[in-house]
């Protein structure tokens, strides 16, 4: 799919993508640059830059169906109905529905105010993020956090020679046996995107120095044995895009989930750890962290009036 007046997604529009991000104060996960970046083999995104707003539309590639993301920017409402005046035709055009993705609840006034356009808004509560309090997940006090403070000393006690470092483009290649070691225990396809993120892992470390990534590492005797990679979003809640460790070691995925804000986002406020994607043991986990509230992504379905 091509349309008139897109061009293909990469890594050399991150500066305009950022630019218009930081005006869009969006909350959600997905329109940070390293997960767009991170995923974007799985959507096949294009850009359309329109009213100073930056814009992705894609075919549904390996993920969903035809859509485009919410135009990040400096957006009213007159620029909006500007906006999907230009891309109601490229939709058309193709027989595809005009289906609007990854809408934060502030931006809906936008979209109920369009003179043109009636909308179906919904979201699926599957791919909501969860949002934590940033202290409370580097402190572990509390009687909600007595487990978690539990299994981080267990951790301390076990593996005294424990090292945490920043993550670097030095542990690529350890970080991905990890992954792919996951993917083997799993019984996944590590190339398959829809069942592992291996390849969207590969995609940040391979951009490491063009990327903002902030992240960490733990080493024992040595070893690479947990990982995480994430974003700073609006310079007060850390991004947990990917965090890896090996099962073997007791405690160690708590030990990642704090050390990692305690020295790469020693300034968030808040922790989005993204979404569970209705699978029951990821919910568990993300439930049992105390999430301050979710973060819902609408999408609307678009039609002219």
């Known amino acids: 799919m091509q349309c008139e007046g897109c061009t293909l997604f990469s890594i050399q529009d991150g ?12 909350e959600i996960s997905d329109h940070c640059l390293n997960s767009r970046i991170a995923w974007n083999a799985g959507f096949y995104y294009q850009k359309l830059v329109l009213e100073d707003c930056f814009c992705l539309v894609s075919n549904g590639g390996v993920f969903t169906t035809p859509h485009m993301t919410w135009p990040l920017g400096p957006l009213t409402a007159e620029k909006l109905e500007r906006i999907l005046e230009t891309v109601w035709p490229v939709f058309a055009s193709r027989s595809w529905p005009l289906r609007l993705m990854y809408i934060d609840e502030s931006a809906l006034p936008l979209l109920k105010a369009q003179p043109l356009f009636s909308s179906s808004i919904s979201y699926n509560a599957d791919f909501s993020d969860y949002l934590y309090d940033a202290e409370m997940m580097r402190s572990l006090n509390g009687k909600v956090m007595r487990r978690k403070r539990n299994h981080f000393n267990k951790f301390i ?25 996951w993917c083997v225990e799993k019984g996944v396809d590590c190339m398959n995107l829809y069942e592992s993120d291996f390849r ?10 063009d990327l903002e990534i902030r992240g960490g590492s733990i080493r024992i005797s ?6 995480s990679l994430g974003s700073l979003l609006h310079g007060d809640t ?53 999430p301050v509230r979710l973060i819902h992504k609408y999408e609307a379905l678009l039609n002219r009036i």
């Open 15 to 26: 500066p305009e993508y950022s630019r218009c991000h930081a005006l869009s104060r969006s």
């Open 157 to 181: 006690r076990s593996f005294p020679d424990y090292e945490y470092h920043p993550i670097s483009p030095g542990d690529q290649a350890e970080a991905l046996e990890l992954v792919q070691t």
């Open 200 to 209: 969207a892992v590969r995609q940040l470390l391979q951009h490491f120095p």
């Open 222 to 227: 040595g070893r690479l044995v947990a990982f």
């Open 238 to 290: 850390a991004v947990i895009h990917f965090e890896k460790a090996d099962d073997a070691y007791d405690g160690l995925y708590t030990a990642i989930n704090k050390l990692v804000l305690d020295h790469a986002y020693p300034e968030a406020a808040w922790v989005n750890r993204e979404e569970d994607m209705g699978i029951p043991g990821l919910r568990k986990a993300k439930e049992s962290y105390a």
